[in-house]
């Protein structure tokens, strides 16, 4: 095919040719037309998703790259992959529970997951204080999943949900992947629910009562307790649905940070029982349409829940030791300030007394051969942070805190 319109470089190609051949006649002779019918054309081909926003690599991972590229060592406290750092989840419980799946595999799609599977988890919730059946239950691969289904079924195309000020950075790409938005300060008319994340990230805080501000707004509620098990003090495990039974209530955890197997891929909902009248129908239905949830996994629940109470256990009290000793030595900085988180496994320090800002402070701790987050990745507020993880393996955290401590210095 022999395209009659060219740029200055020679012709459009096939495709170019192809689109501007639906314009009117008229438009389609000079090289100007030419450049603007071109750009028409590249226009069409812009991604919806997060078009407005910069998705290049910040400065801070090229940084961090051209680190790495001249051989230069670089502690990483920002590492929240438990695989990498040593909590490996017992083997011979995977292969057990592997060897009696596939000794007797059969495919067998339910809706709302596996019976058994979700039996054990209304269970870890009755134990909790929120007495659930099955049905409560939704299996989805993980909360990312999870959290897309809530919010195609509670929002319409740019309604919001409030979140809170400072949050995990992946529910704004969520977010824009279900056109809705995250709203930061206040509800408005088209706010359609409350995102609540429990114990916090990267703050720690846990919600421990009824706000009977928050109750007021009469919104269902999305908790986000996917380090519910990584309390200080087992007695702040309470579901949020207990203190809200006149909102539907949507908890949402999985496997992946509670028994440190991220790659095993099991995540749920745990409705309430006005989420399930409201809502439950409809969930199923969606989650009946992607059935995401492996089966092998979701055989493996009952022996991972069963089996792997004590390294769990023994992975929570190793993080806890690590984040109270990090905290002692991150105040003997004049230049941070952190309290202990009540859960999570991230510290969040303050920054004080320092001109520069948050990514100049980060970019100047890569250069000391130390990577942690800048405070804005979670959300813009007035004060300075630093963002690490006490996942980090012991001795590389304390390296590494050492390295921040003299870096701040200079
Ligand atoms: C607060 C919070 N929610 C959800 C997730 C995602 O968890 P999942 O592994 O289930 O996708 C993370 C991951 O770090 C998180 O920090």
């Known amino acids: 095919m022999q395209p009659h319109f060219m740029n200055k470089d020679g012709y459009c190609s096939e495709l170019d040719y192809?689109?501007?051949?639906?314009?009117?006649?008229?438009?389609?002779?000079?090289?100007?037309?030419?450049?603007?019918?071109?750009?028409?054309?590249?226009?069409?081909f812009i991604m919806s998703f997060f078009e407005n926003q910069n998705i290049e690599l910040n400065a801070i991972e090229v940084a961090c790259q051209n680190r790495k590229a001249q051989g230069l060592p670089l502690s990483d406290l920002t590492c929240s992959n438990p695989t990498l750092q040593g909590y490996i989840f017992p083997t011979d419980i995977l292969k057990n529970a592997a060897t009696q799946y596939f000794n007797s595999r059969i495919y067998d799609p339910q809706s709302k997951g596996q019976l058994k599977t979700r039996e054990y988890i209304a269970k870890y919730y009755t134990e909790r204080g929120l007495k659930l059946s099955p049905e409560h239950i939704i299996?989805?691969?993980?909360?990312?999943?999870?959290?897309?289904?809530?919010?195609?079924?509670?929002?319409?195309?740019?309604?919001n949900i409030l979140t809170p000020a400072i949050t995990y950075p992946l529910f704004e790409f969520l977010a824009e992947y279900q056109r809705i938005q995250m709203q930061k300060n206040n509800v408005t008319q088209r706010t359609k629910a409350l995102l609540f994340v429990s114990p916090h990230n990267p703050l720690g805080t846990v919600i421990q009562n009824r706000d009977t501000e928050i109750a007021k707004f009469n919104l269902p509620i999305i908790c986000d307790e996917v380090f519910a098990e990584f309390v200080r003090d087992k007695k702040l495990l309470t579901p949020l649905g207990v203190y809200y039974p006149d909102l539907p209530v949507f908890h949402l955890n999985g496997i992946s940070k509670m028994f440190a197997l991220p790659d095993l891929k099991l995540g749920w909902i745990a409705m309430n029982d006005l989420a399930l009248k409201i809502y439950g129908e409809r969930l199923e239905l969606l989650n009946d349409m992607f059935l995401s949830a492996n089966s092998f996994v979701q055989a493996a629940l009952p022996a991972i829940f069963e089996f792997g109470q004590e390294f769990k256990n023994q992975m929570v009290q190793s993080i806890n030791t690590k984040l109270e000793q990090a905290v002692k030595l991150i105040n003997s900085s004049k230049h941070l300030k952190v309290s202990l988180p009540e859960g999570g496994y991230y510290l969040f320090p303050q920054i004080i007394g320092l001109k520069e800002t948050e990514e100049e402070i980060v970019l100047k701790l890569i250069a000391h051969g130390v990577l942690v987050h800048p405070g804005y990745f979670y959300g813009k507020i007035e004060l300075k942070h630093l963002i690490l993880s006490c996942l980090v393996e012991k001795q590389d955290l304390f390296n590494g805190l050492e390295k921040i401590i003299a870096g701040l210095e200079f």
Do not use: Q, R, W
């Open 139 to 159: 299996l989805t691969a993980n909360t990312s999943e999870a959290y897309s289904f809530l919010f195609s079924i509670l929002c319409a195309t740019g309604d």
């Open 18 to 44: 192809y689109k501007i051949s639906y314009l009117p006649s008229h438009t389609k002779n000079s090289n100007f037309c030419c450049a603007l019918l071109l750009n028409v054309a590249l226009n069409k």
